[in-house]
């Protein structure tokens, strides 16, 4: 079994932040960047979500209990605070240590970036913990994951400071929330288990899912204005997302089978750690000047 932090902090779980944050380093990447902005900058995104996750473990601690292992980077019931190889006390210790962490290597990244890592570190108390805990009510759930990839995308974004242009960012919001919608329909059963009201529980599998073909249209215009007005880099962006998100839509639809949607994990995750590497690598690419 992986070590007990692993099962706290949950890293594998932060890749559905890390592509966000990848696309945007790498959209905004310039030569001018000095390297260990990019550094702090990871170290701030990586104590963020280990700062979010482990609020969100021990406020989760007695609805994790129960998971069965299904559509997760783990089996939830193996959680170190479940389990009780970490006290609430040293998880709370802990959280707010990395909450200082965060907050102190974004200062050095520049105002904008450190602005935004504030207010996902707010986002991130208020999704899990009470009196908010707004993952557990309807569009509260949405709204927050929403607006984390939105902003952390934007912080990405702001580390080279290219291409921050409200359309690109508007897109990048509705990306984030269609990508967001099929990973509560997977919880669906668990969370209404648990007596939770995600917004899946509260609107039900099929009319969430639907909701995903709006948004995709909507990035498809978005997408099309960019192909049309934009510069190089960011027509092959809008090709790229175009043809990503349509078919993952199209996919989330047919595969819910009653109120059950069939959707490995791996399905989210591999590609998204792929394309984040991707984007990561062509930022350097850009920096360096290679091409
Ligand atoms: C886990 O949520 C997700 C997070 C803690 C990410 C942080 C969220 C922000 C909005 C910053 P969950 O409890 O809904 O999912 P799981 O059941 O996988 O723990
Ligand atoms: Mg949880």
């Known amino acids: ?13 932060w890749i559905t932040f890390l592509l966000p944050f990848s696309i945007g380093f790498g959209l905004g990447a310039t030569s001018d960047i000095i390297l260990f902005q990019i550094f702090f900058s990871f170290i701030a995104f990586s104590s963020w979500m280990s700062f979010s996750f482990i609020l969100n473990a021990l406020a989760d601690k007695n609805v994790d209990k129960f998971h069965d292992g299904r559509s997760k980077d783990m089996n939830l019931a193996y959680q170190s605070i479940v389990t009780g190889e970490i006290s609430e006390n040293k998880a709370l210790l802990l959280s707010f240590i990395f909450l200082f962490i965060s907050i102190f290597f974004a200062w050095f990244v520049n105002t904008i970036f450190f602005v935004l890592i504030l207010i996902v570190d707010v986002v991130g108390y208020i999704y899990s913990m009470p009196p908010m805990r707004l993952k557990a009510k309807p569009i509260g759930d949405i709204l927050c994951n929403t607006t984390a990839g939105g902003l952390i995308f934007v912080a990405g974004l702001s580390i080279g400071g290219e291409n921050m242009q409200p359309l690109i960012i508007f897109g990048a919001f ?115 000047n290679v091409i």
């Open 1 to 13: 079994m992986k070590s007990k932090y692993f099962r706290l902090l949950r890293p594998v779980a």
């Open 174 to 288: 509705v990306m984030t929330s269609i990508f967001y919608i099929p990973t509560i329909v997977t919880d669906y059963e668990f969370d209404k288990k648990a007596g939770i009201k995600t917004s899946a529980v509260y609107f039900s599998p099929k009319k969430l899912l639907w909701a995903m073909y709006p948004l995709t249209g909507l990035l498809i215009f978005i997408g099309i204005i960019l192909l049309l007005i934009g510069n190089f880099e960011l027509k092959i962006l809008s090709i790229l997302i175009l043809i990503y998100t349509l078919p993952s839509t199209l996919v989330a639809n047919i595969r819910l089978k009653g109120e059950r949607l069939f959707v490995h994990e791996n399905w989210i995750l591999v590609p998204f750690l792929l394309l984040s590497f991707l984007f990561v690598i062509y930022g350097f690419i850009k920096i360096f």
